[in-house]
């Protein structure tokens, strides 16, 4: 497998990440509905998020008491567990840590479990280009009598102004060795700005991705140039061979034969 096989994206990526996490977390215990709100792709540390999760049918396929669990890796957190049936309030609690447990029982009326969630993004604990680093922005569990399944989570990828400005110059520099077709200084150096970049060396890992980019976009000019001068050189040994063919036509043509 070459370097280039390698060489995609990182939004991409964290988009297909986010995905693939979301799509596998995503189960239900019995026939119980999850209706996840709007997620964002990704969220600066410190930004604030707010997201509201719904629970559908929570006692269909359960037994009629189970605990609902949520956690989240927000800070500054702040639950709203909200049990409605048919659109009217019947219980609500709110929770400030970033786990929390509510117990649901059937008798007390409820067909729907609104959680709403608000939080800061919390700081990256570690820096990886690829794949791209993502925090929990909730996980919810039921949970009956010793019995714990999944219900639902979801990863958003996070950043800062520095790692993200360092990562736009990876995924340029990606894209400029793609367009080249390949070339192996510029490559090299992508290597080492990703390695900085995982390092938490942004300004470094900026500045070579800037350096490798260049030698790819010349690598592939150069390239461009090449190829010009060759498509010259052989459409000037077309026209010679033509007109050496035309000449010698001709000269033929002049020369008197035998019977003359």
Do not use: C
């Amino acid at each position: 497998m070459t370097k280039m096989s390698w060489i995609r994206s990182s939004k991409s990526a964290a988009l297909v990440a986010l995905l693939a996490l979301s799509l596998a977390a995503v189960g239900t215990a019995g026939a119980i509905s999850v209706s996840p709100g709007e997620v964002p792709n990704e969220t600066q540390v410190g930004e604030t998020v707010t997201t509201t999760v719904t629970v559908d049918d929570p006692f269909v396929d359960m037994n009629d008491q189970w605990t609902l669990q949520g956690s989240t890796e927000l800070t500054n957190v702040s639950w709203t567990v909200t049990v409605l049936q048919q659109g009217e309030e019947v219980d609500q609690a709110s929770y400030g840590e970033q786990s929390f447990e509510q117990a649901l029982n059937a008798s007390n009326g409820g067909d729907t479990v609104e959680i709403e969630l608000t939080g800061d993004t919390p700081a990256v604990e570690n820096y990886t280009y690829e794949p791209a680093e993502t925090y929990t922005l909730y996980e919810f569990q039921t949970v009956q009598g010793s019995s714990t399944s999944d219900l639902n989570a979801t990863a958003v990828h996070h950043y800062t102004n520095a790692s993200q400005n360092a990562r736009l110059a990876i995924d340029d520099a990606a894209a400029a060795i793609n367009e080249s077709g390949g070339d192996s200084g510029a490559e090299n150096d992508l290597d080492q700005a990703i390695s900085a970049y995982n390092s938490g060396n942004f300004g470094n890992a900026e500045s070579i991705a800037a350096d490798a980019q260049n030698q790819a976009e010349q690598a592939q000019q150069s390239a461009q140039r090449n190829q010009t001068i060759l498509m010259g050189v052989g459409a000037l040994v077309v026209v010679l061979v033509i007109g050496g063919g035309i000449y010698y036509w001709r000269a033929n043509q002049n020369e008197p034969t035998k019977l003359q």
